[in-house]
């Protein structure tokens, strides 16, 4: 579908939208044939528009990008400062000499010693447990005594005597004779077939430079430009906008639809386990069981256990537990202490001052700065003036669709010859390419960063063998 389907398509869309709104609100007729006659209107300058956005009308398989073709550029020659003239201040470091002298090394100093306490051994007797009343236990006297004690007394149990059984066989029917119908799906195959959805048409598709096909890490024309060059050279990039005429072949769909090969059908299940188309009779099927019978029932009989004793030992009190006082006597201890004869005392000692003989430097001459002055530094340059700054243009362009390897490799030939690209002829344009491409455009004076009409012709490489017709797949 073109631009101007699309564009209009949107504007059916918004007037469409306009009339269910005004149906909502209850507007009137007049209002709504108003708001169609606006819609219709703005279509129509919309398609102008884009009209003359457009590149010029061309054959499918032709590429076109909007680049800024630069201006006449003029050499202008001119002195320049490198260095202003300045003054500078030098400093010159003082001047000394040796000399030896008596320095003092250590100061005259009191120094204060201490003189220790002495002591001198002495015993004495210390209590260490006062007299005292003590409280002594007497434990309690036992005897051990034997006597016959009851544990269990007589009792009647109930004992069971099973009944007796017998093994019966029998046989028993699982399932009574039978008539079996089984029903037969129908059967059904599918097949397809090819339906037309779209027919073939020619449209403007939009591609890529191939500088940023081949550098997967810039995801735009603009932030390759970022990434490649100073804001000072952007202004003399293209805009990276590239347009193709291509012809879309007719699309078709594979459709899968299902027919009846054989109906639903009834059989009846013989005993043989296959089919029959008319009624078969069953067997029943029986089986071999084998059920248990009583002939003496389950009793119960009552028995006389007689009493359980048994001899136990217990101890018997014969006197019981009782306190006596017993008056226990001080304790005393020699012990053996040491006391102070003369107390710690503090003396204080005089130390000379001590001196060395030491060679040091004197200064004879102070240190001073002098002031000078350095003439300005200058050099001749020659630089580039542009006329203008240039226009915006459709310019015919190789891209990724109408770009083959071989077209690539003659380029790359191109540029080696001329002496701006060493890499491999591979017909991959990569970055090394790229940068040839711009620097041979840059020395040329050509629109910079992408493969125009101009730059293949200007190197020497013909134009027609290298453009192709691109046909997308569905």
């Known amino acids: 579908m073109t631009l101007k389907k699309i564009l209009a398509a949107g504007a059916a869309a918004g007037v469409f ?82 000399v030896t002298e008596r320095v003092l090394v250590e100061s005259e100093r009191t120094v204060r010693r201490v003189i220790p306490a002495e002591y001198e051994t002495r015993f004495e007797q210390v209590l260490v447990r006062p007299e005292r009343v003590e409280r002594r236990i007497i434990p309690a006297r036992y005897e051990t005594r034997t006597e016959q004690v009851l544990i269990e007394p007589v009792r009647t149990v109930r004992r069971v005597i099973p009944a007796e059984t017998r093994t019966v066989t ?14 037969i799906p129908a059967q059904y195959e599918e097949y397809t077939e090819q339906v037309l959805v779209r027919e073939a048409y020619s449209t403007w598709q939009p591609s890529e430079p191939l500088y940023l096909a081949a550098n997967s890490s810039a995801s735009s024309s603009a932030d390759f430009a970022r990434q490649n060059f100073s804001p000072a050279d952007l202004r003399e990039l293209p805009t990276g906008e590239i347009l193709c005429r291509v012809e879309v072949p007719a699309e078709y769909e594979t459709v899968t639809r299902t027919r009846l090969v054989s109906p639903e059908r ?19 099927v029986t089986t071999t069981a084998t059920r248990t019978e009583v002939i003496t029932p389950e009793q119960v009989v009552e028995e006389v256990v007689p009493a359980r004793y048994e001899t136990l030992t217990t101890t018997v009190e014969v006197e019981p537990e009782r306190v006596v006082e017993e008056i226990l006597p001080a304790e005393y201890e020699t012990v053996e202490t040491t006391v102070i004869a003369q107390p710690e005392r503090i003396v204080e000692d005089v130390i000379p001052a001590r001196y060395e003989s030491a060679t040091v430097e004197r200064i004879v001459t102070p240190g001073r700065e002098e002031t000078r002055t350095i003439p300005a530094v200058t050099r001749e340059v020659t630089r580039v003036s542009y006329d203008g700054a240039g226009n915006l243009g459709w310019r015919e362009v190789l891209c990724e669709i109408n770009t083959t390897p071989q077209a690539i490799e003659q380029i790359q030939i191109g540029l080696r010859d001329a002496s701006y690209y060493n890499g491999p002829v591979d017909g991959l344009f990569r970055e090394q390419t790229y940068q040839a491409m711009v620097r041979y455009q840059e020395a040329n004076g050509l629109v910079r960063g992408q493969l125009t009409r101009q730059f293949v012709e200007h190197l020497g490489v013909p134009w027609a063998p290298l453009t192709v017709n691109f046909y997308p797949s569905n």
């Open 170 to 183: 029998e046989t028993v029917t699982i399932q009574e004779s039978r008539i079996e119908p089984v029903v």
């Open 266 to 284: 009834v059989v009846y299940r013989t005993a043989s386990g296959g089919t029959s188309p008319n009624p078969v009779n069953l067997p029943a």
């Open 17 to 98: 939208a306009m009339v269910t709104a005004g149906t909502a609100s209850a507007q009137s007729d007049a209002d709504l044939r108003l708001e169609l006659q606006r819609a219709q209107q703005r279509i129509l300058q919309l398609e102008g528009r884009i009209s003359a956005e457009l590149p010029p009308a061309t054959s499918d398989g032709q590429c076109f990008s909007r680049v800024l073709v630069p201006p006449s550029p003029r050499t202008i020659s001119e002195t320049i400062i490198v260095a202003e003239a300045r003054t500078e201040t030098i400093l010159i470091p003082p001047q000394y000499e040796t």
